[in-house]
């Protein structure tokens, strides 16, 4: 894969949204910035600019110049502190964004002899602040800009994005879904709760504020405490998947996180047994002339 860095854009005064810390609101139980970084938690160096704030994982803080002074101000002061050919840029705002977008991104900007690629939202429109830039392009269109123009500040990014040779990716529907406006707010609140998504997102939320990287078959968990609730007691389904995971916790203790994930699985399994064969003995019980 193509090591790249990552700029998140954190600044603005967020006005449509009365002034409020739009990086800092929570969608799905988790702060924007947070579910921004989550999906480029592999860069060589994330770096923030913005004000800071507590943050998921640890990034590099800057600050454009003047503050508020814009996106391409923002940009120019995050790049100074990358060193890698490629630069995945975001805005902190993105409730949507997966990890598949930012792939097929680095793909693309990595394919030839172009200077990035960015996405385009399904009107067709450019989103210069869900994309990839080569850095040496980049460099050379910043400072020319800033040479002809004075400064960065206050600058919009097609001026950029005009100069360079792009790749344009379409991404999902959401993809490039940004968070303006209270309604933005709410309608991204409304979604992330919607059925067939819902437990994934709560997963997610609960890993991130327990501090947790396992990857588990949920599936399997979601079958255990319905075996248990079925063939013991409605109570037992939480119990049981609790007492999972502490023997989990306790077999992979000092291992790697997939040895964590197969002893939850092995803990389940054995759990999942003993649940029918609980229920195999209730029955048996309540039969005439059972053995």
């Not at 592999?42 to 454009?64: I, L, Q, S």
């Amino acid at each position: 894969m193509t090591a790249y860095d990552a700029i998140v854009l954190a600044g603005g005064a967020a006005k449509r949204l009365g002034g409020a810390d739009k990086p800092g609101l929570r969608v799905g139980g988790r702060a924007l910035i947070d579910r921004v970084l989550a999906v480029c938690a592999d860069a060589g160096c994330t770096v923030v600019v913005g004000g800071r704030r507590p943050t998921v994982r640890p990034v590099t803080w800057a600050r454009e110049v003047p503050e508020g002074g814009g996106p391409l101000a923002a940009l120019g002061a995050g790049v100074r502190h990358t060193d890698a050919e490629s630069v995945l840029v975001l805005s902190a705002d993105l409730p949507f964004l997966g990890e598949e977008t930012v792939r097929a991104l680095l793909a693309a900007a990595d394919s030839g002899a172009r200077e990035g690629a960015l996405c385009t939202d399904p009107g067709g429109r450019d989103q210069p602040l869900v994309a990839v830039y080569r850095a040496e392009p980049l460099r050379r269109e910043l400072a020319l800009l800033a040479t002809e123009h004075g400064s960065l500040a206050g600058l919009p990014l097609r001026l950029l994005t005009a100069e360079l040779d792009l790749v344009r990716v379409q991404a999902g529907p959401l993809a490039s879904f940004d968070c303006d406006t209270w309604e933005d707010i709410a309608a991204a609140r409304t979604r992330i709760r919607e059925h067939g998504t819902v437990l994934d997102e709560w997963i997610t939320a609960v890993k991130n504020e327990l501090g947790i990287e396992l990857d588990v078959d949920t599936d399997v968990l979601l079958d255990l405490a319905r075996d248990a609730a079925h063939g013991v007691a409605r109570p037992a389904a939480p119990l049981t998947t609790f007492l999972v995971g502490y023997a989990a916790a306790m077999a992979s203790s000092g291992k790697s996180p997939e040895a964590a994930a197969e002893a939850v699985a092995e803990a389940s399994r054995k759990a999942t047994a003993l649940a029918l064969r609980w229920e195999e003995e209730t029955e048996a019980g309540s039969g005439s002339g059972a053995p």
